[in-house]
C-alpha cells in the first residue's frame, strides 16, 4: 500500500455543522461523513492537511474565531486519538509519524479574508500549526481576487503581496486553490518559495473556473511546487460541469475514478511528475465520483494511474514525496519563525489592510 497525503479535507467544519465539533465516535463508522479513523486507515492516508475553513457569511472578526475554532477541533481530534494522530509541523515530522504507522496531522487555512487584513492573525495561525493559506475562497477579498467572484485587483493588490512575502518569510506554503488565473500569476510573480494547489483540477480538461490552467500549472512545477488533482465530480468532468450549469436538471452525469485520473496524467504531461499531488475536498462537497466515495478508497485511484504505467515511483511522488518537499521548502524558516530568530517582518505585513489603502 503506497501512503498518501491528501492536501485538503474539510472534516472540522463537517463536524461543527453535523456533530457541534465533538471528536468522540470518530474511531468507528460515522455516517453522513466521508472521513473516520477506520476508512482513513483502509485508504492508506499517511499524513492528511486538515483544511480551517470558515463560511463568509461570517465577517471580519467572526472569522477569525470560528477559525480558531476549526484549529482547536484538530488539536482536540488529535489529542483524543493518539495512538492513531500526531500533529505535524514539518515534514521530518510527517515523515516520522508515518513510520510509526500514524496519520500526520497538518493544518491549512482556506481563504486569506480568515486573517482579517492582519498579518498579525496570519502569523498566530502559523503559530498554531498551519502550514498553508489559501489566498482566497469563492469571495474576492479586499486583497486578492477569486475565481469564482467578480476581480477588484487585477490579482493581488499591494498588500496581497505583501501576505504572500510574509508567508515566505514564516514558512507558510501559498495556495492557490480557489484564486483567479490572475491572482495565481500575480503569486507565482511574488513568491520566493515554491506554492501549493491544495484542490483544484486542471482547466484544458474542465473548463471549471476553479480549475488551473496549463500556462500555471507549467509555472507551478518549474518552480518545485505542487498541483492537488480534487475529486469534485463538477471539477473533473466537463459533462458534469455542464449539467450542475444548466440548473442540475435530470440525472447527472456518471463521474468515476478515471476522470480523477485523466487530470493527473494531465498535470504529469504538462509540469512531469514532481508536480502531481491529491487533494481530495472529502467533507466538502456533497458528492465524488463512484469509486471514491470516501477517503478508503485512494489505492483504487493509485491501481488505475498504475494500469496507466505509472511507476511505483511516480505514484509515491505524486501519493506524498512532492507535497512533503513543497512543505520541506518552507520548513527551515518556519522553525526559526516558531524560535523567534526568523527577520524581522517588513512593516507593510505588519500593517493591517485597511492602513494601506487597500480595502474598497
Known amino acids: 500500500m503506497i501512503g498518501v497525503i491528501d492536501g485538503h479535507n474539510d472534516l472540522a467544519w463537517a463536524c461543527r455543522q453535523k456533530r457541534g465539533y465533538r ?45 480558531l475554532e476549526q484549529i482547536d477541533f484538530v488539536h482536540r481530534l488529535v489529542a483524543a486519538f493518539p495512538d492513531r494522530l500526531e500533529l505535524a509541523a514539518t515534514a521530518a515530522d510527517a515523515r516520522r509519524i508515518a513510520a510509526q504507522g500514524r496519520i500526520a496531522s497538518l493544518i491549512g487555512v482556506e481563504g486569506g479574508a480568515q486573517i482579517n487584513g492582519s498579518a498579525a492573525v496570519l502569523r498566530q495561525y502559523a503559530r498554531l500549526g498551519a502550514r498553508y493559506m489559501t489566498l482566497t475562497w469563492s469571495v474576492t477579498t479586499d486583497w486578492a481576487d477569486s475565481a469564482t467572484d467578480e476581480p477588484r485587483h487585477a490579482g493581488l493588490s499591494g498588500f496581497g503581496l505583501d501576505v504572500v512575502a510574509e508567508m515566505n518569510r514564516i514558512g507558510m506554503m501559498v495556495d492557490l486553490a480557489h484564486v483567479a488565473p490572475s491572482t495565481m500569476r500575480d503569486a507565482l510573480d511574488a513568491s520566493t ?27 507551478i512545477g518549474a518552480g518545485g511546487g505542487v498541483v492537488m488533482v480534487a475529486f469534485v465530480p463538477s471539477f473533473v ?49 456533497g458528492s465524488m465520483p463512484t469509486g471514491l466515495d470516501d477517503v478508503s478508497h485512494y489505492q483504487d485511484l493509485l491501481a488505475e494511474l498504475s494500469r496507466r504505467g505509472w511507476s511505483d515511483a511516480d505514484l ?5 514525496g512532492n507535497v512533503l518537499r513543497v512543505l520541506e521548502a518552507g520548513d527551515a524558516d518556519y522553525r526559526a519563525f516558531l524560535a523567534g530568530r526568523s527577520g524581522r517582518p517588513d512593516r507593510r505585513a505588519i500593517a493591517p489592510a485597511v492602513d494601506t489603502g487597500e480595502r474598497g
Open 23 to 67: 471528536v468522540d465516535g470518530l474511531d468507528g463508522n460515522v455516517p453522513g461523513l466521508h472521513t473516520d479513523l477506520p476508512r482513513l486507515v483502509a485508504g492508506g492516508v499517511q499524513g492528511q492537511f486538515w483544511s480551517v475553513w470558515v463560511d463568509p457569511v461570517l465577517t471580519g472578526a467572526e472569522q477569525v474565531t470560528a477559525t
Open 193 to 219: 518559495r515554491p506554492v501549493m494547489v491544495s484542490h483544484s483540477a486542471t482547466a484544458a480538461l474542465c473548463d471549471h473556473p476553479r480549475n488551473v490552467p496549463d500556462d500555471v500549472i507549467s509555472r
Open 237 to 285: 468532468s466537463q459533462a458534469r460541469h455542464d449539467w450542475v450549469d444548466a440548473g442540475e436538471v435530470g440525472r447527472p452525469p456518471a463521474v468515476g475514478v478515471s476522470e480523477v485520473a485523466d487530470h493527473m496524467d494531465h498535470v504529469r504531461e504538462v509540469a512531469g511528475v514532481a508536480a502531481v499531488g491529491i487533494g481530495a475536498d472529502y467533507d466538502g462537497t
Open 316 to 320: 509515491e511522488a505524486a501519493a506524498h
